[in-house]
């Protein structure tokens, strides 16, 4: 018999087993050039009927389940943000399903609430070809180039920003990163010299304590678009998958790290959802890191 069930053995109906809240926000007005990551949540959805619950190692993704909180369909960040912040009061890991880049305003925005209300220090680890620290961008504050400016004006500190993967500046960008010094940006570049365990390493050191909490924005374009095509800003000189996916699992695993936006798929610019499936299986090895971590499993 066909299986035809989304998410396959890891969803459950009941929000109060659930491990992990997966939540669409299909918005992609504030993408700057190519389009098409609206489509995102209810593609990958469907693609996830044909992958099983194992990790690329052939491990059964245990002991964690997933709850589909269905799509958050409204354009207004404000509304977003309180529906984002409602969400993270269920006190599980949430993965936020874009859309553009623009969704991480308000699911970040809904984070540093989080972090505060529970006196911890928020932490926003991003990673993406782009810094996406444009104060504004084709007359856009909320274009999906301003994520990160958005963060720290809303009170994001610097040294609590750091950007992972960067290779494609504005020159606003450049100029507005050396005024501020504090966040670390490792480009592409850095990532290439420095390898996986020393960057997961220097991290884990530097947000290791209690009282941080973490989220990671993922921009799956960080992937070389020869590995993640389906996107609309490919930047060329990329990082190929398994490190990009090994940096991620590891700082979900060691971290206090409570949520994931994974953003800018576009299952209308991909090619055989070569960038969908990268997503999805990237979600399913993410996944089965935290049950690693629940299991205390090494
Ligand atoms: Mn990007």
Redesign the pocket.
Known sequence: MKNCEEFRGLLTKNLNDADIILTGIPLDKNASIGKGASLAPSHIRELSIMVPALSMDGYLIENVKLFDNGDILDEDFKVIQDKIFDIYKKNKFNVFLGGD?SISIASERAFIDYAKKLNKIPVVIHF???P?ICDIYEDNLYS?ACPNKRSLDYGLKDENLTIIGAR?FELQEVEFLKKHPKIDVFKTSDVLKLKTDALVEYIVNKYSSDKYLIHISY?I??NDPSYAPGTG?P?PFGIDNLTVIEIICNLVRYLNCISLDLV?VSPKLDINDITSYLAIKGLYEIFYYLSKKKNGMD
């Open positions: 880049h993406d070809a782009h996406d999906h494609g921009d374009d960080i800003t930047e800018e």
